[in-house]
């Protein structure tokens, strides 16, 4: 793995050099506990003692735990080779992923049901824990913005990322734009081909080189239309965006492992959904309201006519 030096003041002043894995900083903040000032000793122990707690937690919410000011804890932070305190929250985060994922690698055709069911859900949520550390707010924010005043949508996707795509497609005409999700490559062609100015085009690949998929937001760019880029990683689809959303995940090749990236860009597909829904008029919403009423209706007459 990735390595980098720490630092960490001793009793003389100096600060003797660390080394230890980067994606494992709970191993890092343990191992340098003797080193610490007593002061960012606490705020050592009080993160090791609840690490999920502390990473739900602001700068303050912290520094009252641990009994320390605020400054200490940034002081913390950086004597632990973070570069500050939203750089410890996204460090130890990749290090509770790392954690669960070592978990979830020692599943076998010997667990038992209930164990299955425990790793898998430990490494979903610590890859979503993950994904969320790395995300960037401003990227879903220039997306959010584009399709606010998009005349229609179009998601590409292939395979697993093809499914991601149909969710989007089934949710966006609910916010009042019209969209499509085409699944065959000659068919993506096609569509981005009669995209134009004011169309927004959404691709999304986990690995970013999937060719039918580039070439279709490529040819969509071309033709004017605003391309987002959905992806795990700085890959070839990016260069054919306008907007870069990089969400990055724990996908492996494992036997046994799901399929996290497939869930993690349909999170970053909810939260673009929902925001430009909250981002619309007064009558749009009343409108979306009256429909989740008719929706509700419907199942509930069907319920009453099954009983019956």
Sequence with gaps: GRRCILSVESASGERPSVSAVD????????RSLPELRKSERRVAEALL???ELVLTMTLAELSKLAGVSEPTVIRFSMAIGCEGFRDLRVKLARSLAFARTTSHAAISEDDDLAGLIGKMFDFNLSNLTWARARLDPDAIGAAVAAMLTARKIEFFGYGASGVVAMDAQQKFPLFGVPCGAPLD????VMTAAMMRPGDVAVAISNTGETPAVITAIQT???RGATTVGITGSASPLLEHCDVAVVVETLETTDLYTPTVSRLSAMVVID???TAVSLARDDPHRKRFADMKALLASIRSARRVQEDS
């Design 23 to 30: 994606d494992n900083l709970l191993e890092v903040i343990a």
């Design 49 to 51: 003692k609840d690490p």
């Design 185 to 188: 490559g000659h068919q993506m």
């Design 220 to 222: 969509a760019r071309e």
């Design 271 to 273: 939260i673009l959904s």
